[in-house]
């Protein structure tokens, strides 16, 4: 019987933290691919949806797929509502987690894309120089490579 438990928990447990490290390959799989195509722009704006405060990682994420469905909006009124809101929930998550390098990386991205014309690209060069030093240590790249080499092409491109 001690086998069986001890089996169960060990599946339990895996299964918990494979689907926690899916959960977020998934996010950022969907942030890339929402902006190619409008589909994808609305799954992952409905996928986060649940996102709150609590968890200001999947709180910044929301705030990027709402940015993200700008492009799919014709209405300028619309859109500059879903950019006011995304921005503003995603300096929230900033405000909240300021040290973390994946929501740092999505402000540096929606900065860097945003239209001059909006004034939101003030902390791109605070962003990019954390993200540069990011970098620099290699035992990032261990900690989490996908992320990594995602910073990376994003700042060999510019």
């Not at 990682?57 to 797929?65: G, I, L, N, P």
Request: charged content about 30%; overall charge positive.
């Amino acid at each position: 019987m001690t086998g069986k438990r001890l089996l169960v928990l060990f599946v339990f447990l895996f299964g918990f933290s494979t689907a926690k490290c899916s959960f977020k390959r998934e996010w950022r799989e969907l942030y890339y691919a929402a902006y190619e195509s409008k589909s994808a722009a609305e799954e992952f704006y409905r996928v986060t949806s649940h996102a709150t405060v609590e968890n200001p990682k999947a709180f910044a994420y929301r705030a990027v797929a709402e940015i993200m469905m700008c492009r799919y909006l014709w209405n300028p009124y619309t859109k500059l509502k879903y950019f006011r809101s995304g921005t503003n929930k995603l300096e929230n998550a900033i405000r909240l987690r300021d040290s973390d390098i994946e929501i740092r990386y999505l402000r540096f991205c929606v900065q860097n894309n945003a239209p001059r014309l909006l004034s939101y690209y003030e902390n791109l060069a605070d962003d990019k120089a954390l993200l540069r030093r990011y970098l620099e240590d290699s035992e990032n790249l261990s900690s989490d490579e996908d992320l990594y080499r995602r910073i990376a092409n994003c700042l060999n491109m510019r």
